[in-house]
Each structure stands twice: as structure tokens, then as C-alpha cells.
């Protein structure tokens, strides 16, 4: 009697710890699912190799230190032009679903608006506020400044133009295919560019002042609004689509540097600076000013600039001589050929600097032409010069010589690479006061490079060099003392995020199914220790 009391307190001692475990279990996956329900301690952790459905560093950068108030408007229709309103409209999913991200990662900062076309009329009242045109097919990222109550918007259409079979626009490219049943090909997303686009026009209506550039003029410099292959009106409008505003700076007629200039920018100068420009230039630099210089590819008229007087201030030296290749990608020798002064740069001579950044991670490379090598002589003493990218190894650098010009053939006697091609350095001004022991101090920052010529028209508008336009842009944003804004990776189109209503089934699935089947689970187990489980046989 006493051995089936015991077994009995037994059964009932193990019910209870039993039931217990249940339910400490069920409370802890309440708890973490309501944990991972607050924004506040809420982590994403994305397993997927590409990292598809993480924002990039940039864009989590920029949505950090974003201002409240951004509105993303949703105008999305159907695609009236077979074959390609199924392609487009797969564009427009993944564009929401990216927007997704965005409106997550910004914590309360960015709103966004879904106009349905089967509301006609709350669509139109909503496109006339933003002063669009009826037929908007896009998003439009919209912000009204506190202070001055103006409303800045930027439209992201999902067609701009049509070139070459292939449907241009903000979001992406979509490549049409070919209807041919003989060589038929499906239209496709050739590039995904949501993301991008999307920082793009948070930073175009929410930045508060423009920072300016400033343009030293009459010093043979490359034209910043011409046409030829020398000139820089590319690079201007690149910069000027990042926000930058353009001036022009001649001593001579202007007198001293204007006190809102943000950069200063010394593009390719073949003539001499007078003793009180070049004392400008330093006394603006060593102050805390910004600046980005770009040698010329003659090697005469970079010495008879006297631009070398500059940068041996800073501790830098322009060697005399042009960094050449021996043998093109496609591995044709280029002893003797004009095109041996062009070289590629890839991951491996890139260095870890938020300027090259985006080409490391997304493994892009420079195409860089007509270099001279930089050196660093001596460093600042409250700062550092860095080397931002080299020419390959095994790249030589042909010497003009006594008996000629030089003559793209390597000698015995002329140095080998690598060399460094870009540089820039930032200190400190030894002057710059200091009120407390938290106070930001002045930093004066440079840019070098060795090339001005691979961000020249030339360059920036050949398929090739077009690579280096992101290039430009960083440069100066670096200077500028913005490279939180750096480029913005352009994402796989292949990738695939969950539907609205296959989230909404994760989220039944974790709060309440997986809860439910412990309990169940846990019930089972009990009863079937209450039984006493399988019996054994003894002997």
C-alpha cells in the first residue's frame, strides 16, 4: 500500500515539474516573440550569403542620421506595353519590398503612402499636392523643411527612357528581351537600383545647405562646362546631382578665396601660380579648409603649375614620370602603344578607405590613365596621409628622357611598381582652438590623385571608365567631410523577399502555432510519464 502511495507521489512530483517546464517553456517563446515584436531591442540577423535582405552600410548610415518627417508616396500601375507588364510589375514588388526595409530601418523617420490607382480620386488629390503629372507610374520621396516650410520632392519613375531594347529608369533597367521564337529571350531586370535611389532622393530633399566647390580658374585648368575629352563637365554634373554647388575661383579678378567655400577644387592646372594664390591655397588647407587636387597628365606643364609646391607643403611628391602597363586584360602587349599609360585597379591595390569602399565590397575596379606616382615624404604631425589605391604590380613608370620624350617601352634602368596613385591626408590645424575638452577641433583634408584624367570626360563617358564616376563622387564627399554618404551597392534582381501575406503567416506561425505545439508536446509528455512509460522486462 505504502509502495503505490510512493509511486503515486512519484507520478504527481514528476506532473508537476512536468507542467512546470511547459509552462516556463511557453513563457519564454512569448516573451521572445514579444521581445522581437519592439522596436527598441529589436535585432536582424540576415543569413543569406549576399545579405539581400540587409540594408546597405551606407543606407543604414543615412537612415540614422536622417531627419524625422520623410514621406514616400507610392504611385504604382500596371505597365500597359506586352510583353512587359509581368517584368515590370516584378520591379515594382521588389521595389515596395526594398522600401520595406527602408521604412523598418529608419524607426519612425520615413512614412510611406500607398496610392491605389482603383482610388482614382485620393490619387489625384495626392499627385496634385506633390505637383505630379496624372500619369506618375514611381514612388516620390517628399520632405517639408521645419523652418522654412518648403516642401522638396524627387520622383523615382520607373521609366525614363527607352534605349538599345532596354527600359531605362530610377528603380532599375529592363532589358525587353526578344519576341523571336527562333532566338526568343524573356525580358529581364538587367539592374536593381532601389536602394540607391531611394538614399539618393532622401539626401537631394532632406540636406539643408549645399556645399560648395570652388574652381581655381586661370591657370590653364580642364574646362568644368566643356564638351572635349579633357574636360570636367561630367564630373560637374555628377557632383551636382550629390549636392554640390559649383564656383569658380580666379585670383586675379575675384581676390581672396570667398569664405563659403566648402571645397577647393585644382582640376588639371598647366600654368604657374602667382606667390599669393599658392600662399591662399596653403593658408586656406592648413586652416582646416577642404581640398581635392588632380595632376595633369603632361608632366612639363604639372612642373610648370607649380601645383608641386603645394603638395611638397603637405608632405606628398608628384614623381616625374607616367605609370604604364605591359599588357592590356585581354593580355595584348602594350610595349610601345599610347594605351600602355592605362591600367586597371583591382581589389587587391584598393586600400581599406571609406573612398573605395563601395569598389571593395562590391568588387569593382578603377580604370586609371596618364598617373604619375605620388610619394609620401614626411607626415603631419597632428594627422595622417593615406594611400587610397596603387597601380598593379609590375606597372613601371616610363621617364621622359634627354634624348626624347618618353616612349611607353619599359628600360632597365626605370622603377617598377606599385606606386601610389592616390592619396589623401588630414590633420589638425596647429592652430586650431580649443574651448574644452570635448570640443571638435578644425580638420583640414586633401585629396591627391596622380590621374587627372581618369575623371575627365574622356574617361567618365567610355564604357570602361565609366566605373570611376562613383569614384568622383566619394572623392569629393570624402573632402567634404560627407562620406557617410557614400554609394549605395546595386542590389541583386534576383532576390526574392516574402509576401505581405507570407509574413503575415510567419508571424501567426511563431506567436501562436509554435507556442501551441510546445504545450501540446508538453501535455504528451506528461501523460505518457504519468502512465509510467514503457515497461520494461527484468530479468
Same mark, same amino acid.
Given at each position: 500500500?505504502?509502495?503505490?502511495?510512493?509511486?503515486?507521489?512519484?507520478?504527481?512530483?514528476?506532473?508537476?515539474?512536468?507542467?512546470?517546464?511547459?509552462?516556463?517553456?511557453?513563457?519564454?517563446?512569448?516573451?521572445?516573440?514579444?521581445?522581437?515584436?519592439?522596436?527598441?531591442?529589436?535585432?536582424?540577423?540576415?543569413?543569406?550569403?549576399?545579405?539581400?535582405?540587409?540594408?546597405?552600410?551606407?543606407?543604414?548610415?543615412?537612415?540614422?542620421?536622417?531627419?524625422?518627417?520623410?514621406?514616400?508616396?507610392?504611385?504604382?500601375?500596371?505597365?500597359?506595353?506586352?510583353?512587359?507588364?509581368?517584368?515590370?510589375?516584378?520591379?515594382?514588388?521588389?521595389?515596395?519590398?526594398?522600401?520595406?526595409?527602408?521604412?523598418?530601418?529608419?524607426?519612425?523617420?520615413?512614412?510611406?503612402?500607398?496610392?491605389?490607382?482603383?482610388?482614382?480620386?485620393?490619387?489625384?488629390?495626392?499627385?496634385?499636392?506633390?505637383?505630379?503629372?496624372?500619369?506618375?507610374?514611381?514612388?516620390?520621396?517628399?520632405?517639408?523643411?521645419?523652418?522654412?516650410?518648403?516642401?522638396?520632392?524627387?520622383?523615382?519613375?520607373?521609366?525614363?527612357?527607352?534605349?538599345?531594347?532596354?527600359?531605362?529608369?530610377?528603380?532599375?533597367?529592363?532589358?525587353?528581351?526578344?519576341?523571336?521564337?527562333?532566338?526568343?529571350?524573356?525580358?529581364?531586370?538587367?539592374?536593381?537600383?532601389?536602394?540607391?535611389?531611394?538614399?539618393?532622393?532622401? =539626401?537631394?530633399?532632406?540636406?539643408?545647405?549645399?556645399?560648395?566647390?570652388?574652381?581655381?580658374?586661370?591657370?590653364?585648368?580642364?574646362?568644368?562646362?566643356?564638351?572635349?575629352?579633357?574636360?570636367?563637365?561630367?564630373?560637374?554634373?555628377?557632383?551636382?546631382?550629390?549636392?554640390?554647388?559649383?564656383?569658380?575661383?580666379?585670383?586675379?579678378?575675384?581676390?581672396?578665396?570667398?569664405?563659403?567655400?566648402?571645397?577647393?577644387?585644382?582640376?588639371?592646372?598647366?600654368?604657374?601660380?602667382?606667390?599669393?594664390? =599658392?600662399?591662399?591655397?596653403?593658408?586656406?588647407?592648413?586652416?582646416?579648409?577642404?581640398?581635392?587636387?588632380?595632376?595633369?597628365?603632361?608632366?612639363?606643364?604639372?612642373?610648370?603649375?607649380?601645383?608641386?609646391?603645394?603638395?611638397?607643403?603637405?608632405?606628398?611628391?608628384?614623381?616625374?614620370?607616367?605609370?604604364?602597363?605591359?599588357?592590356?586584360?585581354?593580355?595584348?602587349?602594350?610595349?610601345?602603344?599610347?594605351?600602355?599609360?592605362?591600367?586597371?585597379?583591382?581589389?587587391?591595390?584598393?586600400?581599406?578607405?571609406?573612398?573605395?569602399?563601395?569598389?571593395?565590397?562590391?568588387?569593382?575596379?578603377?580604370?586609371?590613365?596618364?598617373?604619375?606616382?605620388?610619394?609620401?615624404?614626411?607626415?603631419?604631425?597632428?594627422?595622417?596621409?593615406?594611400?587610397?589605391?596603387?597601380?598593379?604590380?609590375?606597372?613601371?613608370?616610363?621617364?621622359?628622357?634627354?634624348?626624347?620624350?618618353?616612349?611607353?617601352?619599359?628600360?632597365?634602368?626605370?622603377?617598377?611598381?606599385?606606386?601610389?596613385?592616390?592619396?589623401?591626408?588630414?590633420?589638425?590645424?596647429?592652430?586650431?582652438?580649443?574651448?574644452?575638452?570635448?570640443?571638435?577641433?578644425?580638420?583640414?583634408?586633401?585629396?591627391?590623385?596622380?590621374?587627372?584624367?581618369?575623371?575627365?570626360?574622356?574617361?567618365?563617358?567610355?564604357?570602361?571608365?565609366?566605373?570611376?564616376?562613383?569614384?568622383?563622387?566619394?572623392?569629393?564627399?570624402?573632402?567634404?567631410?560627407?562620406?557617410?554618404?557614400?554609394?549605395?551597392?546595386?542590389?541583386?534582381?534576383?532576390?526574392?523577399?516574402?509576401?505581405?501575406?507570407?509574413?503575415?503567416?510567419? =508571424?501567426?506561425?511563431?506567436?501562436?502555432?509554435?507556442?501551441?505545439?510546445? =504545450?501540446?508536446?508538453?501535455?504528451?509528455?506528461?501523460?505518457?510519464?504519468?502512465?509510467?512509460?514503457?515497461?520494461?522486462?527484468?530479468?
Amino acid at each position: 500500500m505504502s509502495s503505490n502511495r510512493v509511486g503515486g507521489g512519484a507520478r504527481a512530483g514528476i506532473g508537476a515539474f512536468t507542467g512546470l517546464s511547459i509552462l516556463l517553456a511557453l513563457a519564454s517563446v512569448m516573451l521572445i516573440n514579444w521581445l522581437a515584436a519592439r522596436p527598441g531591442v529589436r535585432m536582424n540577423i540576415d543569413l543569406t550569403q549576399a545579405g539581400r535582405n540587409t540594408l546597405s552600410p551606407a543606407a543604414a548610415s543615412l537612415l540614422e542620421d536622417m531627419p524625422d518627417g520623410v514621406v514616400v508616396d507610392l504611385f504604382f500601375r500596371a505597365y500597359d506595353h506586352r510583353p512587359l507588364e509581368g517584368i515590370v510589375g516584378e520591379l515594382q514588388a521588389l521595389s515596395q519590398e526594398v522600401l520595406q526595409l527602408v521604412e523598418r530601418g529608419a524607426d519612425g523617420k520615413v512614412t510611406v503612402r500607398v496610392n491605389s490607382a482603383s482610388n482614382p480620386a485620393g490619387w489625384g488629390e495626392r499627385a496634385r499636392a506633390l505637383h505630379l503629372l496624372p500619369n506618375m507610374n514611381g514612388l516620390v520621396v517628399s520632405y517639408q523643411d521645419p523652418e522654412t516650410k518648403e516642401l522638396r520632392s524627387q520622383e523615382l519613375a520607373i521609366q525614363r527612357s527607352i534605349q538599345q531594347n532596354m527600359i531605362v529608369g530610377d528603380l532599375g533597367r529592363i532589358h525587353a528581351g526578344n519576341p523571336n521564337p527562333e532566338q526568343y529571350a524573356p525580358p529581364r531586370i538587367a539592374s536593381f537600383d532601389a536602394e540607391a535611389a531611394l538614399v539618393e532622393a532622401i =539626401l537631394a530633399v532632406t540636406r539643408g545647405s549645399q556645399p560648395k566647390i570652388y574652381h581655381t580658374r586661370g591657370h590653364g585648368e580642364a574646362d568644368l562646362y566643356g564638351d572635349g575629352p579633357q574636360a570636367a563637365r561630367r564630373a560637374e554634373a555628377i557632383l551636382g546631382e550629390a549636392g554640390f554647388v559649383h564656383e569658380l575661383w580666379n585670383y586675379v579678378e575675384d581676390g581672396d578665396l570667398p569664405e563659403d567655400c566648402d571645397v577647393l577644387s585644382i582640376l588639371a592646372p598647366r600654368q604657374p601660380f602667382q606667390d599669393a594664390e =599658392l600662399e591662399q591655397i596653403l593658408g586656406f588647407v592648413r586652416g582646416g579648409g577642404r581640398a581635392v587636387i588632380a595632376l595633369p597628365s603632361n608632366l612639363n606643364e604639372m612642373q610648370a603649375s607649380r601645383i608641386g609646391e603645394v603638395l611638397n607643403a603637405l608632405g606628398i611628391e608628384a614623381g616625374a614620370g607616367t605609370i604604364c602597363a605591359h599588357r592590356h586584360p585581354n593580355g595584348a602587349n602594350l610595349h610601345g602603344q599610347p594605351t600602355a599609360a592605362r591600367f586597371l585597379v583591382t581589389g587587391r591595390d584598393l586600400q581599406r578607405h571609406s573612398i573605395v569602399e563601395p569598389y571593395l565590397s562590391q568588387g569593382l575596379l578603377l580604370d586609371v590613365i596618364y598617373a604619375h606616382p605620388l610619394r609620401v615624404v614626411s607626415q603631419p604631425e597632428q594627422g595622417a596621409t593615406h594611400v587610397v589605391f596603387r597601380s598593379p604590380t609590375g606597372t613601371w613608370l616610363d621617364e621622359a628622357r634627354p634624348e626624347g620624350p618618353r616612349d611607353n617601352y619599359p628600360q632597365p634602368d626605370e622603377d617598377v611598381g606599385p606606386f601610389d596613385v592616390a592619396l589623401t591626408t588630414q590633420f589638425v590645424p596647429a592652430d586650431a582652438p580649443v574651448t574644452g575638452e570635448l570640443q571638435q577641433r578644425a580638420e583640414s583634408r586633401v585629396v591627391v590623385l596622380g590621374s587627372y584624367y581618369m575623371i575627365s570626360n574622356h574617361m567618365l563617358e567610355d564604357p570602361s571608365g565609366a566605373v570611376n564616376k562613383d569614384f568622383v563622387r566619394n572623392v569629393y564627399n570624402w573632402a567634404a567631410e560627407r562620406e557617410w554618404q557614400g554609394t549605395v551597392d546595386t542590389r541583386d534582381p534576383g532576390f526574392v523577399f516574402a509576401t505581405e501575406d507570407q509574413a503575415d503567416l510567419g =508571424l501567426v506561425i511563431a506567436q501562436w502555432a509554435l507556442p501551441l505545439l510546445c =504545450l501540446l508536446l508538453g501535455i504528451a509528455t506528461a501523460v505518457h510519464r504519468s502512465r509510467g512509460g514503457p515497461r520494461r522486462q527484468i530479468g
